[in-house]
């Protein structure tokens, strides 16, 4: 385009075609309301006129982007690279190209990057949910459009949509179960929103194994917050304040646990024998803290590969899922130092 040649807008398509530009923008959105032959002409001129690089154009026309839309509520987390490279891997394999957004922990946001991926006529769609998404009223466009939705990680129930996720109850339940073991008497749980599936769940797997020992459950003893370092601080204090204090500390995240463990021992608290700590996720950080943390392994690259070749296996080879079954992968406990009071 020449210096001074402006953009080409819905107006100069409606001129040319002697038509309302509602109706051009209409077209370019593929609504039902326009007929079919009108769109294709607006769709035919707007390529040819060069309008918004055919972006909503072409896709229209070829009724494929070969565009996998990727929502994470957070992408400055070890687990979550390992989950993009993972699906990264696998579309590349098979020519599909991802468009990756953050929710930033919000279902406001949420929505606004999933109406994005639909504009963008995305070809199937992987989420993982915000601490606060209450429903996924947001996504039944794209389920009507017969685009494929897949949920992982933090995962909504639904007949639609398959689910990747772990057993987040079991795992909650072994790890709470060592503490005990190691002879805690009063384990502390640090999560997150209920509304999430993998805090739902970790909290009633710590539950399970605080029942299975005989040990009544103490609300005061669980603290919610959205398990980020600043929250592991706090924590931290909020314990160091505490005249009847935990002897065993199980954290829903590595991030969250590490700064609380660091709080504590700047206090003087040895751990792990006046307070054991545990995490969740492996993230390479637990192995630089001193004492190394024990944690839960599940391999984000794994669930990110899993989720990829389910919508390849729908777009490519057209195989049927069926979502009410879900995918749950393994994982598996790490005992170190941090929680080791009984060799």
């Known amino acids: 385009m020449s210096k001074g040649e402006k953009d080409v807008t819905i107006y100069d398509i409606a001129d040319k075609l002697n038509i309302s530009a509602a109706t051009v923008s209409r077209a370019l959105k593929d609504h039902p309301r326009v007929n079919k032959n009108t769109k294709k002409l607006i769709v035919k001129t707007a ?10 154009a072409s896709n229209l026309r070829k009724k494929s982007s070969n565009i996998i839309g990727l929502i994470v509520p957070r992408l400055n987390s070890n687990f979550m690279a390992d989950v993009i490279a993972g699906i990264e891997k696998v579309l590349n394999n098979n020519n599909y190209n991802l468009f990756i957004s953050q929710s930033l922990e919000t279902m406001t946001k949420e929505i606004a990057n999933a109406n994005a991926m639909l504009v963008n006529r995305v070809d199937g769609l992987l989420v993982s949910l915000a601490y606060d998404t209450t429903n996924i009223d947001h996504f039944d466009p794209f389920i009507k459009r017969q685009v494929p939705v897949i949920f992982f990680d933090r995962v909504f129930e639904s007949d639609s949509c398959p689910q990747i996720y772990i057993d987040n109850q079991k795992a909650a339940y072994e790890v709470t179960s060592h503490l005990i073991k190691q002879g805690c008497k009063r384990v502390m749980h640090i999560t997150a929103s209920q509304l999430r599936n993998v805090y739902a769940d970790r909290l009633a797997g710590y539950k399970k194994a605080l029942e299975d020992n005989a040990i009544k459950f103490d609300e005061s003893l669980v603290i919610i917050n959205d398990l980020s370092r600043e929250a592991g601080i706090q924590a931290a204090q909020q314990i160091l304040d505490m005249p009847n204090k935990p002897d065993g500390i199980f954290v829903a ?15 003087g608290i040895n751990i792990p024998h006046d307070i054991a700590v ?33 919508v390849i296996d729908r777009l490519v080879n057209k195989n049927e899922f069926h979502p009410a079954h879900g995918v749950i992968l393994r994982s598996e406990l790490i005992v170190r130092e941090s929680s080791t009071r009984i060799t």
């Open 47 to 56: 390529e040819e006129m060069g309008y918004l690089s055919n972006s909503f």
């Open 253 to 267: 995240n590595d991030s969250c646990a590490v700064s609380c463990m660091q709080t504590l021992i700047k206090a």
């Open 278 to 310: 545990a995490g969740f996720n492996n993230d390479p950080m637990t192995c630089v803290i001193e004492p190394n943390l024990t944690t839960v392994n599940y391999k984000g690259y794994e669930m990110g590969e899993v989720a990829a070749k389910l």
